[in-house]
């Protein structure tokens, strides 16, 4: 290989090696952040107005999109279930895997995602507009944590509301089912809801009550995460939201299969 031939391939490698830098440097400041945050729930002062605050934001100014979504869920999964159930001459047990399908999987990651995009991407707009008119700076000139005033309220809304979210989720989703049930599929609304009673086990629960922890802890770190390191004015508060979303989602369906690995080694289906 001539020198000239070779010029080209050291500079993509070089290229390679600054962006690996770069990525290792980001997930280190990432992790650095969120064990800041979560350390500043445990110590004082802490900011409880801004923390029900965040509740609010995120709990309760989510509701429409949750119901809608869980609604909807169900309702369709109902439909497909009892399209491939009727082959076997199944469909009786339609209340059973909507049941299961929702707690355990559906519910949480469709939760987690739709708050995503209405929570998480606000998160990182509003924290890097205040990156880019200098707010940040303000506070520390002032004394104020930025971590503490505003990471750790929003790690606590979104480790407290995305569970509550989703347990409403869950429980909209299998109504819808049931209406599909009895509407449509001609199934008896006490043998429905009696189905669904048999197959919700205690592992179920701790299962979709586990994962929406991890999930809400995961949209609110990378939203401050992606917000506080904003850089380039306004354009670069529209890329930090973009990057906020498309983050967050790619590591909540990820963390989902690990959640779900772990947990079916520590509590097996029988």
């Not at 939760?111 to 998160?123: F, H, I």
């Not at 989703?166 to 199934?187: E, P, Q, R």
């Not at 004015?233 to 990820?254: D, E, H, K």
Request: aromatic fraction near 8%; charge should be positive.
């Amino acid at each position: 290989m001539s020198p000239r031939s070779s010029f080209p391939l050291a500079r993509v490698v070089l290229q390679l090696l600054s962006r690996t830098k770069l990525v290792v440097l980001g997930v280190q400041e990432y992790v650095l952040l969120s064990a800041r945050g979560l350390a500043a729930l445990f110590t004082r002062p802490r900011y409880v107005d801004d923390i029900l605050a965040q509740m609010d934001s995120l709990g309760v100014g989510s509701l429409s999109i949750v119901i809608l979504t869980g609604m909807f869920t169900g309702m369709v999964l109902a439909l497909q279930s009892a399209a491939s159930l009727d082959v076997f001459g199944a469909r009786p047990y339609v209340g059973r895997l909507v049941c299961v399908s929702m707690v355990r999987e559906l519910g949480p990651v469709l939760t987690a995602l739709m708050v995503t995009g209405r929570v998480g991407s606000g998160m990182a707009a509003e924290l890097g507009s205040m990156v880019v008119t200098q707010q940040i700076d303000a506070l520390r000139v002032l004394g104020t944590d930025p971590v503490r005033k505003l990471v750790a309220p929003r790690l606590a809304a979104g480790i407290v509301m995305v569970p509550l979210l989703t347990v409403l989720s869950d429980a909209l989703g299998i109504f819808g089912a049931g209406l599909i049930s009895i509407f449509n599929l001609k199934l008896s609304w006490p043998y429905y809801w009696r189905t669904v009673g048999q197959a919700l086990a205690l592992n179920d629960l701790i299962m979709g009550l586990s994962k929406p922890v991890v999930f809400g802890f995961i949209l609110a770190s990378v939203g401050c995460y992606m917000g506080l390191n904003t850089k380039g004015g306004t354009q670069g508060v529209g890329l930090a939201t973009t990057r906020s979303v498309v983050a967050a989602s790619v590591m909540i369906l990820a963390s989902d299969f690990f959640v779900t690995k772990v947990l079916l080694l520590a509590f097996p289906v029988n």
